[in-house]
RNA sequence: GGGCGAUUAGCUCAGUUGGCUAGAGCGCAGCAUUGACGUUGCUGAGGUCAGUGGUUCGACUCCACUAUCGCCCACCA
């Protein structure tokens, strides 16, 4: 006998060993089954487990469980990421705040990788452990780390394709500087947030200079200023057009001098400030860009005015040393005292900080490596393409298909402002760049070069290049990958769970990693393997709070934590709660009641059970029994219809990631139809332990994806079952019919009654007199007598055909059968007239509307004939009922 | 500046090719009847589907515009 609740506590750790131990989670290479497969994202080895992994991990074990069970080769790939700059941050901070080292990398390059690689190893342990708790059923034997010598190999052998196909580069290019971590980073990992700042307005060229009026240039980073090598305008723009291509000479204040040559360049905005831009072409990728299309035109070379920790470079003597700000606050002052500054206006600009610390980006000129986006180098379909291109048609021709669609346009306009991406890093921890040089010589390989002197690059590659790679350099054969004599395409070609698994078929995750991660792996795997590395991308929402807030892990109010709420909650009801009601690419609001609700649920699954349990053994039942046909009641072939539908329903919902749809309907099946309905049912003489048995059985496995835990803990106390859940066929629709429609009738009777009782104000625990006349229904009521009875608290029960209408008594009508419960002593005649009547004028509304619609010959001519005779039925159900109960007022 | 999403009951949300007198859960109100469940049962109240106009026999659903909120993208210095 169970327990009277259900405390998932109890049982969720037990269970997931058992399972992890038997090894159900582990798919097989070699079975002929189709595959299934989905990559896991893997989550930031040093991460801990937050509401955005468990969602993920809930959708992700929803879909392989019941693929699993529908009898596909499901392959469930877990993993961790290194998460490059990410991971390296902490270890320093670790460093300098609990050892006290000032600077770490004094420590040199090989001490501090192997300080971060044990750092990671300790922590790994952690989201691991927490990755369990969810229930996830993903196959450990597996599991992969972006740092695994396997997926190094694949790293590598990418890079030299690319750099062999010219793809990868190496340039001086103005790039994102993030002053605090000492990195480059690519375009994606830039964030813009608005801050008021100062747009200072100053004379830039005099009057005496340019020969009439003097212009003035608008800047928020006057600073920069003294990097300037041109002046740009709008060749249109009148007021400057008599200027363009003469150069002049400016001294700042402090002395430096600098020569400007005055251009003309579309981009320019004539409305916005003066109309007249300065230009340094080393502090501002867009300067940069004008000055490289007018670099002929333009008679200085740009200087470098800031350099890596935001400082002033000593091109600018008369500034060294001073961050940039308090250069820009002596510059100002400098031109106020020569009478130079004009204004000084507040106003609201785009400041771009880092995505990852979250400091200001110093736009900054760099050697560094880059991956050629537009270059058509790359074969596919028979046809040369770019990596952008290829990025386009894959989605377009639908190889790839977005859940929901709507963010393909958000990934098409990404692409279209596509540029280079560059992918090297300032920073020790990650993947090195197979580069090596010396004196003037590049070699560029998997594996250093034999001779010695050769110095390898000493940048690592942008944390996305090797996840961009993740759904396959996970599956190849990791002995394979330690010959360097055997290439790519032979590792592939003889990797068995590369063969079997890839292209995977799902890819979840969340919509906010679409470019910085879908977008990679679409572009570095089709480029280097030639396949797609998966076929539906299924996009989830973020996790907000109950008001809508982004949860941040630095306030525990707003945040949820998932290890908490599985303590007190367990881990099937967070579950449910993050997968009900949330739709693709739509955020969902998580809070405390809701989760309640579906522990609740699970709750009353256990006892429902545990009530079919009960019967079972009392019946000594030890074995699933057949169902007979000729046994079953009409509840038995009500339920067994309902049961039929929520499965083919619930089938075809998950095939279509429907998984929102599926929980509800699920739920609303155990709760409403099998609880309410034929549980209680049951309680009569009607009882049929085969039918309860079944329904039961079928409910544990339709939920099991969805409430791993709780239905395999049921399903061990069901009698004659061997085998554990996880590993149960999903189940087929039964190809019998049933009926069941007097179950309908009953019901409809036996909520009415409810309804009067209710309305009437007769105690529930007062036993009434019914008359009921049931015309051509009277058969079916006479055989469901007890039920009534039971359901409807009713002492006796007068059932006729027909027959004269009961005065004062309290009726309604439903499916032509007429209810009456005799009012004497119980009811307030007044009010029953009332109600009565009020419910007449109501239908006859209704009615009124019907006719109109089906005397329109517009309807009746364009509408679907089936519509027109839904419409007619209902009026005439419509007109019966109110003849009924028209009478039945004539009896007041 | 461009694009996207949201707006349905007090709250959180469903509503799938336009066709049930618009649904659920929670909350609220009233009442309690157990072969299991008070983490329960029964019943009820509560909605001009953001607004305006259009298409249609018919619009929560499609189109246009407006409003409010949110998000993404973009080289206004």
């Keep these: 006998m169970l327990p009277s609740t259900y405390e998932a506590k109890k049982y969720e750790d037990k269970i997931y060993k058992i399972w992890e131990d038997s090894g159900f989670f582990k798919a097989d290479v070699n079975s002929d089954k189709e595959p299934f497969t989905i990559s896991m994202p893997p989550p930031n080895a040093t991460g801990v487990l937050h509401l955005g992994h468990a969602v993920m991990l809930a959708i ?69 452990s927490q ?69 200072y307005t100053f004379e830039y060229l005099s009057a005496k200079q340019t020969g009439g009026e003097p212009i003035f240039v608008a800047t928020s980073r006057p600073e920069t200023k003294l990097g300037d090598t041109a002046l740009a305008v709008h060749p249109d723009d009148n007021r400057y057009k008599h200027l363009v291509g003469q150069t002049f000479d400016v001294v700042w204040p402090g002395g430096q001098e600098i020569k400007v040559t005055i251009i003309a360049d579309h981009t320019v905005d004539r409305k916005f400030g003066t109309g007249v831009v300065g230009i340094t072409p080393f502090h501002s990728k867009t300067d940069y860009e004008m000055w490289q299309r007018h670099k002929d035109k333009i008679k200085s070379k740009p200087i470098q005015v800031i350099n890596e920790d935001g400082k002033i470079t000593d091109n600018v003597k008369s500034y060294v040393g001073m961050t940039a700000e308090e250069c820009r606050n002596e510059f100002v002052e400098g031109l106020r005292k020569e009478g130079k500054l004009k204004s000084e206006k507040k106003y609201i600009q785009q400041l771009s900080i880092s995505y990852r610390s979250k400091k200001p980006i110093e736009p900054l000129p760099k050697l560094q490596w880059f991956i050629d986006v537009n ?92 996840s961009a790679l993740w ?18 395409e032979d590792i592939l070609k003889n990797s068995p769970e590369f063969q079997k698994f890839h292209p995977t078929h799902v890819m979840e995750t969340g919509y906010d990693i679409i470019f910085f991660w879908i977008a990679r792996m679409i572009l570095m795997t089709t480029y280097s393997i030639k396949q797609i590395p998966f076929k539906t991308v299924y996009l989830h929402g973020l996790i907000r709070t109950r008001e809508g807030k982004k949860m941040s892990k630095s306030d525990p109010k707003t945040c949820i934590d998932p290890l908490n709420i599985i303590e007190q909650y367990g881990a099937d009801a967070l579950r449910m709660s993050m997968v009900i009601g949330n739709t693709p690419g739509n955020d969902m609001r998580l809070y405390e009641e809701k989760i309640r609700g579906y522990r609740n649920f699970t709750n009353k699954l256990w006892n429902a059970s545990r009530f079919v349990l009960t019967i079972l053994e009392e019946k000594k039942i030890t074995n699933e029994q057949p169902i007979k046909q000729e046994n079953l009641s009409d509840s038995d072939q009500w339920i067994l219809n309902k049961l039929n539908l929520t499965i083919k329903t619930a089938d075809k919902n998950l095939m279509e990631y429907k998984i929102s749809d599926t929980g509800q309907l699920l739920y609303n099946f155990l709760w409403n139809d099998f609880c309410d309905w034929y549980l209680e049912l049951s309680k009569g003489p009607k009882q049929n332990p085969a039918v309860l048995y079944h329904v039961l059985k079928n409910i544990l496995i339709l939920l099991h994806p969805i409430t791993p835990y709780v239905t395999e803990e049921i399903w061990s106390h069901l009698p004659g079952q061997k085998n554990m859940l996880i590993k149960t066929n999903y189940p087929a629709p039964d190809k019998r019919e049933y009926n069941g429609l007097s179950t309908e009738k009953i019901i409809n009777v036996i909520t009415k009654i409810r309804q009067l009782r209710a309305e009437n104000k007769i105690e529930p625990a007062r036993k009434i007199p019914i008359t009921i006349f049931g015309h051509e229904h009277l058969e079916t009521l006479k055989e469901n007598k007890s039920e009534i009875l039971r359901l409807a608290r009713v002492s006796e029960l007068t059932l006729e055909e027909k027959g004269e209408k009961l005065s004062n008594a309290s009726t309604e009508v439903v499916n032509g059968i007429e209810i009456f419960i005799p009012l004497e002593g119980l009811v307030d005649t007044k009010k029953e007239k009332e109600r009565l009547t009020k419910e007449i004028s109501n239908l006859e509304n209704y009615l009124k509307s019907l006719k109109a619609k089906l005397s329109n010959t517009k309807f009746t001519d364009n509408a679907p004939a089936e519509i027109v005779k839904g419409e007619k039925k209902k009026m005439k159900e419509a007109e019966e009922k109110l003849e009924k109960m028209k009478e039945q007022l004539a009896q007041f």
């Design 471 to 488: 759904t396959w350099s996970t599956l190849v054969d990791t002995k394979l990958t330690k010959d360097f004599s055997i290439s790519l």
């Design 375 to 466: 270059k058509e180098v790359v074969e596919w379909n028979n046809k040369k393409m770019s990596l952008k291109q290829i990025m386009q048609e894959v989605v377009r021709k639908k190889e790839i298909q977005i859940i929901p669609d709507r963010f393909e346009k958000i990934y098409f306009n990404w692409i279209d402002n596509l540029q280079d991406w560059c992918i090297s890093r300032q920073i020790w921890w990650g993947h090195r760049i197979p580069v090596w040089y010396k004196e003037n010589k590049t070699y560029v390989d998997i594996q250093p070069p034999k001779e010695q002197g050769w110095e390898q690059d000493t940048d690592t590659l942008d944390t996305w290049f090797s």
């Design 60 to 128: 992700e074990d929803i879909l392989i469980r019941h693929r699993r069970m529908k009898g596909y080769e499901a392959l469930w790939l877990p993993g961790t990421d290194h998460a490059a700059i990410a991971t390296e941050s902490v270890v320093i901070k670790n460093l300098k705040n609990e050892e006290g080292i000032a600077n770490p990398r004094s420590l040199g390059r090989e001490k501090l990788v192997k300080r971060i690689a044990e750092y990671v190893k300790k922590s790994q342990g952690t989201i691991r």
């Design 131 to 199: 990755i369990r708790k969810i229930g996830a059923s993903c196959d450990w034997s597996r599991e992969k780390y972006t740092m695994d010598q396997s997926l190094n190999r694949c790293v590598n052998e990418v890079f030299k394709k690319m750099f062999n196909d010219k793809l990868i580069y190496k340039a001086e290019r103005v790039v994102n500087w993030d002053v605090s971590l000492q990195t480059t980073i690519s375009d994606d990992e830039v964030e813009y947030i608005e801050k008021e700042s100062i747009l």
